[in-house]
């Protein structure tokens, strides 16, 4: 659940797999193609911080909310949950813009490929 595997080759040979959290280096599989090694290395920071953002934001709001209800809706709790959410959000959307980052990397690796 919430993996996913980069392959190579027909026979589908596993290279790097990326869940919510963690994510193979792929840039030193990369090495010949040095553009496509320099977005690989992008797509892991950015991967790293988007993860945190989107695990963060959402620990934040549950605690939040978790605060805001023991407290008969506690203003400054409620306001956390939100903000939590809204950082959540953002990472969201920056998690999704990260494997974009890795679709250019395996792009222009494959670009790279003599046929």
Same mark, same amino acid.
């Given at each position: ?54 695990? &963060? $934001?959402?620990?934040? /709001? ?5 605060? =805001? ?5 506690? @203003?400054?709790? +409620? !306001? ?10 953002? &990472? $969201?959307?920056?998690? /999704? ?5 890795? =679709? ?5 690796? @494959?670009?790279? +490929? !003599?046929?």
């Amino acid at each position: 659940m919430g993996s996913w595997r980069v392959v190579q080759g027909a026979d589908d040979r596993k290279v790097g797999e990326f869940t919510l959290f963690t994510g193979t280096d792929l840039s030193s599989l990369m090495t010949s193609v040095p553009e496509a090694a320099d977005e690989a290395r992008r797509f892991k920071r950015s991967h790293r911080a988007s993860s945190s953002a989107l695990w &963060g $934001g959402a620990v934040v /709001s549950v605690i939040g909310i978790g605060i =805001s209800v023991a407290n008969h809706g506690n @203003n400054l709790a +409620l !306001g956390a949950a939100v903000a939590g959410v809204a950082v959540s959000t953002y &990472g $969201g959307w920056r998690h /999704s813009k990260s494997f974009d980052l890795l =679709s250019r990397s395996i792009w222009l690796y @494959n670009r790279s +490929l !003599g046929r």
